[in-house]
């Protein structure tokens, strides 16, 4: 499986993304910089955490304007799945490619530590690992991530069952306590929590390791 993980200034999860990566799939990925124009032949593409541009203007919002997001809308238009984790998460939405929107953390504050997920919907290509009502660990780090849409919006995603992933101890305001969501096509996720850094029990536990291992197997069967 060929994979694929953008580098903007300021990521700062794009070599854990790499490590998740090539232990899931035996194989680098490509890195990818933010300035160029055109992806290589890929079967996913990952758009990791960090505070791209220094988060100036709105989290997401310059990423989401680079170069190589042209190529970044049409593959996951075309079908090729997508993940954008933390900011990687906040350039989907910016792109369009995601509804709604990530604001400020409702305390105003910085949040990192590890938070526990239930699986939503184990019918994707991201939750092929898990089942229904499952709980997950992987840890949060982030200003920013506090998912925000309409209610009409907030009630389509749920009646489509396009929320994966739900936060059980909301860590920072998130509607309906939203961690994850996936595009009406459903090759596109975005998630707030980091799944790869959560890929051995030397980390703390290996609940990422399994997230893409089973998107691996997925895509490949």
Request: hydrophobic share 45%.
């Amino acid at each position: 499986m060929k994979t694929v993980v953008v580098v903007f200034p300021a990521s700062n999860c794009d070599r854990d993304a790499a490590v998740a990566l090539e232990q899931a799939t035996g194989r680098k990925p490509a890195m990818v910089w933010h300035g160029d124009n055109d992806l290589p032949d890929t079967d996913l593409v990952v758009l990791p955490g960090g505070f791209s541009y220094g988060d100036y203007l709105r989290s997401g919002a310059l990423a989401a304007r680079a170069p190589i997001m042209r190529a970044v809308i049409e593959r996951a238009k075309a079908g090729t799945p997508v993940i954008g984790i933390c900011n990687g998460f906040q350039i989907l939405t910016e792109a369009g490619l995601l509804p709604g929107a990530l604001l400020r953390n409702a305390g105003l504050n910085f949040v990192c530590r590890t938070v526990t997920l239930r699986v939503e919907n184990s019918q994707t290509l991201f939750t092929a690992a898990f089942q229904n009502g499952q709980h997950v660990n992987f840890p949060v780090a982030h200003h920013d991530g506090n998912y925000f849409a309409d209610d009409a919006t907030l009630d389509r995603l749920e009646g489509e069952g396009r929320v994966v992933f739900r936060y059980t101890d909301n860590p920072n305001g998130s509607a309906r306590d939203i961690a994850g969501v996936v595009n009406d096509a459903g090759n596109v996720l975005g998630l707030m929590p980091h799944p790869e850094r959560m890929i051995s029990p030397l980390l703390g536990g290996a609940d990422g390791a399994a997230f893409f291992r089973g998107l691996v197997e997925k895509t490949a069967g």
